[in-house]
């Protein structure tokens, strides 16, 4: 399921080629650039795919969510670096854009976000959506983590891309639902319950091991990093009420990276034995 760890500290090391610098996230992420990734796709058009594309296609999960450590499996992806994780700090609309695809990824795994303003409305952008009436996992903001891990990586298949023109967002109404968001976030109104879909898209993942499981780690790191802790506070805590349910099975491994992930501090990754990232580590102290 992970990779020898030799092999991943040379990953940790080595230097970014020029085009995957953590600045191609930024522009990437910009509402007003929607700069293309190394394979030419834009970050609407991805989140446009089909749930079926999201789970045959293993070269965009990088780009969604970056690490601070590479990826063996697509090289062209890039690296957050402390610029980066700055600038999205700094940056409303790039969190919002964040939150855009860790909703996506939630419609794909059959969740969905309930606040008060949308009610229980589900997320759900895939093809496959469903009818069932709505198991909630009644999760909140209330829980503080206090570090993070996570890097998960997946086998890469022939690139798919899409040549749809994609129409430029409107910045102005992105940074008002960011804004809302991130009150409801702080209020902790902010909940991820099963959604309509939740009985198809679980079966793609909620198992004892899958390729997933891996993805989940990934996002709960990334989102850590780049400044949406408590999205992945309320991500995690509906992941374990689903390790916990007597109905699904799901590998005590799995649910033990996902908790690094979530828990230990950020320049620690969760595969045991891995490089620590000395630019977080520095910066965490700074936060202290």
């Known amino acids: 399921m992970h990779m020898s760890t030799s092999k991943r500290m040379k990953l940790s090391n080595a230097a970014p080629r020029e085009e995957s610098t953590g600045s191609a ?20 058009q991805i989140l446009s795919w089909s749930n079926e594309k999201l789970e045959h296609s293993h070269n965009y999960i990088q780009m969604l969510f970056p690490l601070p450590e590479g990826s063996p499996f697509n090289w062209s992806a890039p690296i957050i670096d402390y610029e980066t994780m700055k600038a999205f700090r700094a940056r409303s609309e790039l969190r919002q854009g964040l939150r855009e695809s860790f909703e996506r990824m939630l419609s794909f795994y059959g969740f ?13 952008k895939g ?20 570090h993070s891990k996570g890097d998960s990586q997946d086998t890469q298949t022939p690139p798919a891309t899409t040549d749809e023109a994609v129409p430029k967002k409107d910045t102005e109404a992105a940074a008002t639902n960011a804004s809302s968001v991130e009150t409801a976030l702080a209020n902790g109104t902010y909940h991820i319950t099963r959604g309509p879909n939740w009985r198809t898209a679980s079966k793609n993942w909620a198992g004892y091991m899958d390729h997933n499981h891996l993805r989940i780690t990934r996002i709960i790191r990334c989102l850590r990093v780049l400044g949406l802790q408590h999205e992945s506070e309320v991500f995690f805590e509906a992941l374990k009420s689903v390790a916990e349910d007597p109905k699904i099975r799901i590998s005590n491994r799995s649910v033990e990276y996902w908790t690094r992930a979530a828990e230990l501090p950020l320049h620690i990754p969760p595969s045991t034995g891995d490089d620590e990232c000395e630019w977080l580590k520095e910066w965490e102290s700074e936060q202290q």
């Not at 996230?25 to 609407?44: C, M, N, S, W």
């Not at 093809?127 to 206090?146: G, H, L, N, R």
């Open 127 to 146: 093809k496959d959506s469903e009818q069932a009436p709505a198991e909630q996992i009644s999760t909140s903001t209330t829980a503080t983590v206090e």
């Open 25 to 44: 996230i930024v522009r990437f992420y910009d509402p007003a650039i929607q700069a293309k990734d190394a394979l030419g796709r834009t970050h609407e």
């Open 112 to 124: 969905a976000v309930s606040q008060p303003d949308l009610g229980s409305e589900s997320i759900d």
